[in-house]
């Protein structure tokens, strides 16, 4: 018995590579059938932007073969997906899949998202994991849940369009019900909308150079859509500005919008610029409430959460070596009930044979004397079978039944029987 | 009994002030339920001493009934608002002010008391809850305008985590302003109660530079309620008009002092 995990993270692949080994939960069953079909009892596939893991229970030699060459599949011509994986077993691998839960693997630490892609990796591949990752990964559930209540890994805000909520956040009481103007398309602008809009913000006015692209996001968000120059004038209406135009010079000055913001009263107005280069001139930050913040700035917000974050690392680690040593307990006791049974079965087996053979020898003893040489075999072996039983019980309670498993089954031949 | 409250509301008191204060210096935050715990703990031990100090005889009552005010206004601050920063403010202030009221002494006076008449004691209660709420206002203001600072400037350290957001305190300067007014103004007619029905004899400077600040407190609250002034304007308004009135008091202690003012 095993567990063994075999991917790719954004520690060991750049992210064109990262970004052909993602898989759509569409694409999902097909890639752990192919592998399953290599050999293994059990298999979850977590494929997230940064990273692409194969969790498989007990699989065979030629298994992580297999892995690499569905990958490299998708890499085309060129170097084999191998050369960018990793391989973990065992209780290693258990700590892994812990400490990705946790967000400790992530490229940002401490990030809440890859929580729900872990449940979400588990849900696609539930019909085939098998009963011990079902287990593994119901934990790791836990186990995030664990480390980001009892440590301040997930507090602040580590990302910039997460550092672009949290801004915004520090400035209006609350943020349901806000409404919000997206000047430009970019992605990034895009991403802090999505942001915003689960923190309840109604973006209601997009704005672009291009009217058709400015509908074509409008659309998406239920929102109406603007020419740049008829966006000015609601600088004066929304609370929050979120800018990311490809322009190659600023586009929100202080002759544009002045005028406007001024007619705001006290209501502040926060303008998020994701842009680069800047879309708004820093002069504007100058008007009375406006709060302007760019992207360096959102950096730097994002950096701030994390370098605190780093301080609950020590905790969250301890939390993960416990709960490892937990979960090893609980697979070394499954391992250890069949083989204990096969190994019970074998002795008997041979004394029974071994007492058939006496037994022939000596056709002149009474039934009595039979009987008493059967019931000293069976307490011989009893005897013979206690301490192993119980040392092997012990030793898997504590997590350490494997050392022992293996030593049994090769000096017993039980491995041949059972096929592993 | 009334020692033993006080010094029980001094040790709680201090406890909520400490953890209020324990984030700013990189620790961990307590949870919540502990901070009010904490607080609804001292604010009931203070309560029982207060209680057994009317008719608020002297300086140091009255200093403890401000102290039980101001911990009340935290307790709802943080309850209604969110607002632990508050307590950075009211914390040291509600823990020093029963210290000091522990040194001056606390022992009610014993006899009869001309001018402490029920009418009296409501007048002193009014106007102390009036002032503590035009205290909260001020510090709703303070809090406004450094995370203003903080956030114009782009500091993203301690007061831009562990202070609420600037609507908010806002809202609550707007909140305690025009609450703490109209109780202020209570406070005030039943003064005038007391002095004309009562025949309580007040220097006439008092009543002159008291209606003057109760005038300065109306325009502070006039500008956020009728020219709806918000933000930094109307955090500069309240603080000049809580100023105010803390200046005219000091004056007035230092040059006329007297024992028939609860303050």
């Known amino acids: 018995m095993s567990i063994t995990v075999l991917g790719v993270n954004h520690r060991t692949a750049p992210l064109e590579v990262r970004e052909r080994f993602a898989h759509t939960a569409g694409e999902v069953p097909q890639s752990l059938e192919r592998v399953l079909a290599a050999g293994a009892r059990g298999g979850v596939l977590l494929s997230t932007c940064n990273r692409t893991e194969f969790y498989l229970a007990e699989p065979d030699d030629a298994v992580p073969e297999a892995v690499w060459a569905l990958l490299s599949e998708r890499l085309g011509v060129g170097p084999s997906a191998s050369q960018y994986g990793y391989i973990q077993r065992d209780r290693d691998a258990v700590r892994h899949l812990y400490r990705v839960s946790a967000g400790l693997d992530s490229m940002i630490l401490g990030e809440p998202q890859i929580q729900g892609q872990v449940r979400e990796a588990w849900d696609v591949s539930k019909a085939v994991a098998g009963p011990v990752l079902h287990r593994l990964f119901q934990s790791a559930l836990l186990v995030g849940a664990r480390v980001r209540s009892e440590t301040g890994l997930a507090t602040g805000t580590a990302s910039a369009p997460s550092a672009a909520v949290a801004v915004a956040a520090k400035i209006f009481t609350q943020l349901a019900g806000r409404s919000a103007l997206i000047l430009g398309a970019g992605d990034i602008a895009e991403l802090a909308a999505t942001c915003l809009v689960s923190e309840g913000v109604r973006v209601t006015l997009v704005a672009n150079r291009t009217y058709e692209r400015a509908k074509a996001i409008a659309e998406e968000l239920g929102a109406r859509a603007l020419t740049l120059d008829e966006a000015w004038d609601h600088f004066g209406d929304c609370d929050i500005v979120l800018c990311s135009t490809a322009a190659p010079h600023a586009v929100v000055t202080w002759d544009r919008v002045a005028a406007t913001v001024r007619r705001r009263g006290g209501r502040p107005l926060c303008i998020l610029d994701l842009a680069v280069p800047r879309d708004v001139e820093p002069a504007v930050a100058q008007l009375e409430n406006v709060f302007l913040y760019d992207l360096d700035d959102l950096q730097a917000v994002a950096a701030h959460a994390a370098a605190e974050r780093r301080n609950d690392i020590p905790a969250a680690e301890r939390i993960v070596t416990e709960e490892v040593e937990r979960f090893w307990g609980w697979y070394g006791g499954l391992a250890v009930v069949p083989v204990l049974r096969e190994f019970r079965d074998r002795m008997e087996a041979v004394r029974a044979a071994e007492l058939e053979r006496t037994l022939r020898r000596l056709p002149h003893l009474s039934p009595e004397d039979r009987g008493q040489i059967e019931y000293f075999s069976q307490a011989l072996l009893n005897k013979f079978l206690h301490q192993p039983t119980v040392a092997l019980k012990e030793a898997a309670r504590a997590g350490r039944g494997y050392g022992l498993l293996d030593a049994l089954k090769r000096l017993f031949g039980l491995e041949r029987r059972d096929g592993t | ?263």
């Open chain 2, 1 to 263: 009994m009334v020692l033993t409250s006080h010094l029980v509301a001094l040790g709680l008191y201090a406890l909520a002030t400490v953890l209020v204060l324990a984030p700013f210096t990189g620790l961990r935050p307590a949870p919540r339920g502990l901070l009010v715990g904490v607080l609804i703990a001292g604010i009931a031990a203070h309560a029982l001493g207060v209680a057994r100090l009317t008719p608020f005889m002297g300086v140091a009552p009255t200093l403890s009934l401000l102290a039980l005010f101001l911990a009340l206004l935290q307790l709802a601050s943080e309850v209604a608002f969110r607002a632990s920063a508050v307590g950075v403010f009211t914390g040291p202030l509600a823990t020093g002010l029963i210290g000091l009221a522990l040194l001056i002494g606390l022992a009610p006076d014993a006899g009869p008391v001309v001018g402490r008449s029920p009418w009296s004691i409501l007048h002193i209660t009014v106007s102390i809850l009036g002032l503590a709420m035009l205290a909260l206002a001020f510090i709703a203001a303070a809090l406004y305008l450094l995370q203003f600072r903080e956030l114009k400037a782009k500091r993203f350290g301690q007061v831009f985590r562990l202070f609420p957001p600037l609507e908010r305190l806002d809202q609550l300067n707007h909140l305690s302003l025009v609450v703490g007014f109209p109780t202020v103004t209570l406070g005030v007619l039943l003064g005038f109660g007391v002095r004309y029905a009562g025949g309580v004899s007040v220097d006439a400077a008092q009543v002159v530079w008291g209606m003057l600040m109760w005038l300065v407190l109306g325009w502070a609250v006039g500008v956020r309620v009728v020219r709806h002034w918000a933000g930094r304007r109307a955090a500069f308004a309240s603080i000049a008009s809580f100023a105010a009135v803390l200046l005219v008091y000091l004056a007035l202690k230092l040059t006329t002092p007297g024992t028939q003012r609860f303050l």
